[in-house]
């Protein structure tokens, strides 16, 4: 019946085929096909494998599901690929750690789609306190024509439910530092919506960014991002985060880079159980004139209470654990204690923290905290966490 109904599914680009080459446990063909355009009526997916063609949109009020193991592949041909949920809309994906959603390339490039962008209606707090801005993916509505724009009043919005979701070679960039994309993108997305154990694998941008919003993210790996690992801006405030764990390997600029729009908000994220690792010879994205290697940058009055961190291997001359780029950051957020990072582990001789240049930082010591026993993410492994025989967790 599940089979008939998704043949049955209305949506505005599906074609499905069958073929007896790829079978299932119980030999029955797997489903491919096509995923294309805007969805207006409620869709599902059955376990099956299928390209993306162009940037996909699930329009409000439609909910777009799409069933464990299944593995959809952009194609490089189709100019914009990326998968968007617009405000009102629902993405559902709940694969399974021995059968996760895999969202992947034909190309296998960094940089080669747009990965999967929600917009919601949660508060943000934009440059100069604005409650709304226009999205920086550079994509644009099918229908106004005009560019996206995020923020609103509701904070408990649901986007819907992605869990086991790995994502791969996303972090498309249409106009390099003007309109970029990660492989996660959340603008203003709200609480209710449910974020864990997912992957970002080898995109060339960043792997999580959080625009404002109130959503919170558990069991999340980032591995060899080419950007930073973990973003966020306009004042994003999750409360309910767990499990962050980050792998730079190659390029990559900082394990977390985190900022409010130069807003001193009195409000932060909160994140515990924090893995930031950096492999020897990562270089940044911008080459040695970047001095973009630190662990943690705070900056614009960006701000946070994280603990039980464990940083290993940010060794570059200059880098440190924890940077405070700018002197108004200082001012507002370490001695307006609005910072607060407690037990942490550094590995490797890297020095603590340090301001930007001559920039004098001193935190309160109950403010930042060393320890020989911060345990760090605590994710258990599957297949959700192995690409091509790798296990991204060793």
């Not at 805007?38 to 599901?65: C, E, H, I, P, Q």
């Not at 993210?217 to 991002?225: D, P, T, W």
């Not at 001193?264 to 515990?272: C, E, L």
């Not at 705070?298 to 200059?318: L, M, P, R």
């Amino acid at each position: 019946m599940k089979k008939l109904l998704f043949c049955l599914a209305a949506c505005s680009s599906l074609f499905v085929s069958c073929t007896s080459d790829d079978e299932n446990a119980n030999n029955a063909p797997i489903p491919t096909g096509e995923i294309s355009g805007d969805f207006s009526a409620n869709s599902s997916f059955v376990k099956g494998n299928y390209t993306l063609k162009g940037t996909v949109r699930v329009k409000s009020g439609v909910t777009l599901t799409i069933d464990a193991g299944s593995v959809i592949t952009a194609d490089v041909t189709d100019g914009v690929d990326a998968l968007v949920v617009e405000n009102g809309g629902k993405l559902i994906m709940i694969g399974t750690a021995a059968e996760p959603i895999v969202c992947t390339h034909l190309t296998k490039i960094p940089g080669s789609w747009g990965g999967i962008i929600i917009y919601g209606d949660a508060p943000i707090v934009g440059a100069n306190s604005v409650a709304s801005a226009t999205s920086e993916d550079g994509l644009t509505s099918s229908i106004t024509g005009t560019a996206y724009t995020y923020g609103g009043s509701n904070p408990t919005h649901n986007g819907g439910t992605l869990r086991y979701v790995r994502v791969e070679y996303a972090g498309k960039k249409i106009t390099d530092g003007t309109s970029e994309m990660n492989g996660f993108s959340f603008y203003s997305v709200g609480s209710g919506t449910v974020l864990e154990n997912l992957v970002s694998y080898k995109g060339a941008d960043d792997g999580f960014e959080f625009y404002g919003g109130t959503v919170s993210a558990s069991n999340l790996i980032s591995y060899g991002n080419s950007d930073d690992s973990f973003d966020w801006q306009d004042g994003w405030r999750g409360q309910l985060n767990s499990n962050w764990y980050a792998s730079q390997v190659g390029t990559g600029n900082f394990g977390m880079e985190i900022e409010t729009k130069s807003v001193n908000n009195d409000f932060w994220p909160v994140i515990s159980n924090i893995t930031l690792k950096r492999a020897a010879g990562t270089v940044t994205e911008g080459g040695t004139s970047a001095a973009e290697y630190d662990a943690i940058q705070f900056k614009k009055q960006g701000n946070g209470d994280f603990s039980n961190i464990v940083i290993s291997g940010y060794t570059t001359a200059g880098a440190t654990a924890v940077r405070i780029q700018d002197a108004a950051t200082n001012t507002g957020q370490v001695e307006g204690r609005k910072i607060k990072l407690s037990n942490v582990t550094i590995n490797d001789g890297t020095t603590p923290y340090a301001g930007s240049a001559s920039l004098q930082v001193v935190f309160n010591p109950a403010d930042f905290t060393l320890s020989n026993t911060a345990t760090g993410a605590s994710i258990t492994p599957g297949a959700w966490t192995i690409v091509e025989g790798i296990n991204l967790l060793n």
